[in-house]
């Protein structure tokens, strides 16, 4: 039975993750944010342990992964999904709302995967996986802060698999497109069917595509696979 850690596990992607890991017969904890409510609820219809957390907060995060570590016994496998964004002009974002963005998209994943590899260095073995996006790679009007730390995330990805690599520890990146997730449902109709105009697959992707690819990282299929980044995307701007 692995022992899976997921971020952001209430809703969207995460939620989905959760889902399959569950059924797969793995040991889950998710970190959530606020819905103290969804959390009970997802912990009761799937048997997975909520932890509350603020993952921007590195205090926060030590005493997630303490918790984590205490219940799991340990953890094979790290989803890093939890994710905001702040809709706008740059020219019209402030500081405040730029560092939210960034502390929770870019350091919050920093501090995670910092203090679960320290646990994994010494099982000589894991399984990273970071949720990017997109916007990441072609970044995206009036996201600026969003697809410059998810940029990040790319970056952080492959210079930890060289730096993990030889204790064993695999980390990947999933770089989601479009997905039908509460990110998203601002977009109104004509923007959804111009992003869709702009998928090759001419659909909105669904969370649990997402999580087929994490599914594949954690596996054992992709056991000789390390700083890699997986477009799930629908072929969107190729």
């Not at 500081?95 to 998209?105: K, L, M, P, R, Y």
């Not at 001419?202 to 054992?220: H, K, L, T």
Request: aromatic fraction near 6%; glycine fraction near 12%; charge should be negative.
């Amino acid at each position: 039975m692995r022992r899976v850690l997921i971020s952001g596990g209430t809703r969207g992607i995460g939620l989905a993750c959760v889902k399959a890991f569950c059924e797969n017969g793995d040991k889950v904890a998710f970190i959530y944010k606020k819905s103290d409510y969804k959390a009970e609820e997802i912990a009761k219809r799937y048997g997975a342990m909520p932890i509350r957390a603020d993952i921007s907060s590195e205090d926060e995060v030590k005493g997630a992964i303490r918790l984590a570590l205490d219940t799991l016994g340990g953890v094979d496998i790290l989803v890093n999904n939890a994710g905001i964004s702040e809709i706008g002009l740059f020219t019209d974002m402030s500081g405040a709302e730029w560092h939210n963005v960034i502390n929770t998209n870019l350091s919050g994943v920093f501090f995670m995967c910092r203090d679960v590899s320290r646990e994994m260095i010494k099982q000589k073995s894991g399984k990273i996986i970071n949720i990017g996006s997109v916007w990441g790679r072609c970044g995206a009007s009036c996201e600026v802060a969003y697809s410059a730390s998810k940029a990040g995330v790319r970056g952080l990805t492959m210079s930890m698999a060289k730096e993990l690599g030889p204790s064993g520890i695999t980390v990947n990146c999933v770089e989601p497109g479009v997905i039908a997730t509460d990110m998203n449902a601002h977009f109104d109709g004509e923007t959804m069917r111009e992003l869709c105009d702009e998928t090759s697959l001419c659909r909105i992707g669904q969370p649990e595509d997402v999580a087929n690819a994490v599914m594949f990282f954690a596996s054992d299929r992709a056991s000789f696979i390390t700083g890699q980044i997986l477009g799930v995307d629908g072929g969107f701007e190729i």
